[in-house]
């Protein structure tokens, strides 16, 4: 897969992600827009490529500039621009701006984020995380532990898991997630309850 493929790819997600931001629906954004709703959905799921004459409207639409519609990535310059990412009550802000391979993100988590320790979820990948300040419970499998600031946590995600800030102030932590872990912290949208 080229590079070009990896950012084309992306848009359908972001997309998505945009208009739910904004409240959206499909036929909303479609009298918006000019595109229909059949266009629209086969972009967001990815079944159909964008193309400028689509990404145009869209990016007026959501008031973003293109190229962050797209989130081409920045030419001759090697520093990443950091846009925070909310989700789950914690704030990521991303480290690497390539898509697919290692994800590195710097994570905020709030005083007391995680409550008590819940279901431990397990799915493919390989977590490291580093404790910038603060203290992060690690549950994993029959192991609890609490790490503080300078320690370091790796482990095969396939092993039940689960983290939370125990104390009344935040925590920084800096994490590499493997594809699978990113989409699984990162990307996924929360549950509704």
């Known amino acids: 897969m080229t590079d070009l493929d990896s950012v084309l790819d992306a848009v359908g997600p972001r997309l998505r992600e945009l208009r739910r931001q904004r409240g959206a629906t499909l036929t909303a954004l479609s009298e918006d827009t000019g595109i229909s709703v059949s266009t629209l959905s086969r972009l967001e799921s990815g079944q159909r490529r964008p193309t400028l004459e689509l990404l145009l409207p869209l990016a007026r639409a959501h008031q973003v500039p293109l190229d962050e519609l797209v989130d081409a990535p920045e030419t001759g310059d090697p520093r990443v621009r950091l846009k925070p990412v909310s989700r789950h009550g914690a704030t990521f802000i991303p480290l690497t701006r390539r898509p697919g391979g290692l994800q590195a993100y710097?994570?905020?988590?709030?005083?007391?984020?995680?409550?008590?320790?819940?279901?431990?979820?397990?799915?493919?990948?390989?977590?490291w995380v580093y404790v910038l300040s603060g203290r992060l419970r690690l549950l994993l499998g029959d192991t609890d532990v609490v790490l503080t600031a300078g320690e370091v946590?790796?482990?095969?995600?396939?092993?039940?898991?689960?983290m939370g800030n125990p104390d009344d102030r935040p925590a920084e932590l800096l994490a590499l997630y493997g594809p699978q872990g990113e989409r699984m912290h990162v990307r996924a949208a929360p549950r509704s309850h």
Do not use: C
């Not at 710097?106 to 977590?127: A, T």
């Open 106 to 127: 710097k994570l905020v988590l709030p005083p007391r984020w995680g409550g008590e320790p819940g279901e431990q979820k397990s799915h493919e990948g390989y977590e």
């Open 153 to 162: 946590a790796e482990f095969d995600t396939r092993t039940p898991h689960w």
